[in-house]
T-cell receptor, first 115, second 109 residues
């Protein structure tokens, strides 16, 4: 099956710093990548959808200047949390889908803790 | 608005059968997905239905009725490792994936 990796799997940072999370599709070309955030005991919340080579589409309430998304190639998307604060602490999950498929393949997630 | 409803929590016994229901109201329909998510982990794909009927895959089956806006996930021969949250998601007319809040399934010995 299709494999999506995320790096890092967990990160702890100080308030005010920026954190970059990478999402890679290892064995297929991902035309579209999705970034989700999940707080404890809550469902997935879609943050943004990105198509390779174009600007990401952000969901309502998600600050595009705070959560920078880059999808420069068909196998890599990055999410940068800028000037992170403790309330940004969450589980960030990416998923990817190929042009020809319906399924979203999920990465293992990145747990971010902001002190 | 768009809405997906599934029970918050269910309890079942090891070796038994459990059915998790999902009802949806969306603007258009382009398929329904079921995912399994263990605590602290990302979701993993279980099934996809786009036509009415039953899709069977091992111990797991998923059913869809588009006219009723209804689906269920059937788990047979329950094992302790099946304890997880089960997420129902619908792809709407604009190909956006709308997520349910998930059903936490607790398996007891």
């Amino acid at each position: 099956g299709a494999v999506v990796s995320q790096h890092p799997s967990w990160v702890i940072c100080k308030s005010g710093t920026s954190v970059k999370i990478e999402c890679r599709s290892l064995d297929f070309q991902a035309t579209t990548m999705f970034w989700y955030r999940q707080f404890p005991k809550q469902s997935l919340m879609l943050m943004a959808t990105s198509n390779e080579g174009s600007k990401a589409t952000y969901e309502q309430g998600v600050e595009k200047d705070k959560f920078l998304i880059n999808h420069a190639s068909l196998t890599l998307s990055t999410l940068t949390v800028t000037s992170a604060h403790p309330e940004d602490s969450s589980f960030y999950i990416c998923s990817a889908s190929a042009a020809s498929g319906n399924e979203q393949f999920f990465g293992p997630g990145t747990r971010l803790t902001v002190l | 608005g768009q809405n997906i409803d599934q029970p918050t929590e269910m309890t079942a016994t090891e070796g038994a059968i459990v059915q998790i229901n999902c009802t949806y109201q969306t603007s258009g329909f382009n398929g329904l997905f079921w995912y399994q998510q263990h605590a602290g982990e990302a979701p993993t794909f279980l099934s996809y239905n786009v036509l009415d009927g039953l899709e069977e895959k091992g111990r797991f089956s998923s059913f869809l009725s588009r006219s009723k806006g209804y689906s269920y996930l059937l788990l047979k021969e329950l094992q302790m490792k099946d304890s997880a949250s089960y997420l129902c998601a619908v792809r709407d007319g604009g190909y956006q994936l709308i997520w349910g809040a998930g059903t936490k399934l607790i398996i007891k010995p």
